[in-house]
């Protein structure tokens, strides 16, 4: 099906307005472009719950999270960032892993199971996709989606 990228984001803001709120994040669309894409919605709605749910849950009270959409040639940019604890290089590679979890105190305090991430890299790659992350230890963390405009 076709979807608009920013009317799906406002949509997931929605749904995650109250563990937001429960933590004083403000969630920002910092472009409002209205890109189409042909995706499954569900599976397009699961796969940035996941990555904006861990950006509010790995971040310190107060700060905001971003999503930010631009178009390129050939692809679909989708930015989610945050101002939170970040990621040490010697995990940032492991993140995509099941169970995977960097703190396992912090992660247990903080209840999941570790698959959020396997399952935005299996959507990303289904759809032919890509997904980078560049994160900072106490800075933030930001994941880049790309996504082709067709997939043949
Ligand atoms: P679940 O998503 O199943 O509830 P989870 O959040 O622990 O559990 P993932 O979403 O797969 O699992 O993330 C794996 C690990 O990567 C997390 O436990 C966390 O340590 C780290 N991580 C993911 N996103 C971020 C982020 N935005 N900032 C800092 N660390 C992150
Ligand atoms: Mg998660």
Redesign the pocket.
Same mark, same amino acid.
């Given at each position: 099906e076709t979807i608009q990228l920013d009317t799906e984001i406002m949509q997931i803001f929605d749904i995650l307005k109250l563990s937001a709120e429960a933590k004083n994040t403000t969630l920002v669309l910092t472009s409002k472009e209205s890109i189409k894409l042909e995706f499954v919605a569900d599976e397009f709605r699961q796969m940035m719950i &996941?990555?904006i749910? &861990?950006?509010i %849950?790995?971040?310190e009270p107060g700060n905001q999270v971003e999503v930010d959409l631009s178009e390129e040639d050939h692809n679909i940019i989708i930015r989610?960032r945050?101002h939170?604890?970040?990621?040490p290089e010697k995990?940032v590679n492991r993140?995509?892993?099941?169970?995977?979890?960097?703190?396992k105190s912090?992660?247990k305090e %903080?209840?999941?199971?570790?698959?959020?991430?396997?399952?935005?890299k299996h959507t990303v790659q289904n759809n032919c996709g890509k997904i980078t992350?560049n994160?900072q230890v106490g800075k933030?963390?930001e994941?880049m989606i790309q996504l082709p405009k067709n997939k043949e």
């Open positions: &996941n990555l749910d &861990n950006a %849950k790995y971040s989610v945050d939170g604890y970040g990621i995990d993140i995509f892993e099941r169970f995977y979890r960097v703190d912090r992660s %903080k209840g999941g199971t570790g698959l959020g991430l396997a399952i935005v992350v994160s933030g963390t994941f």
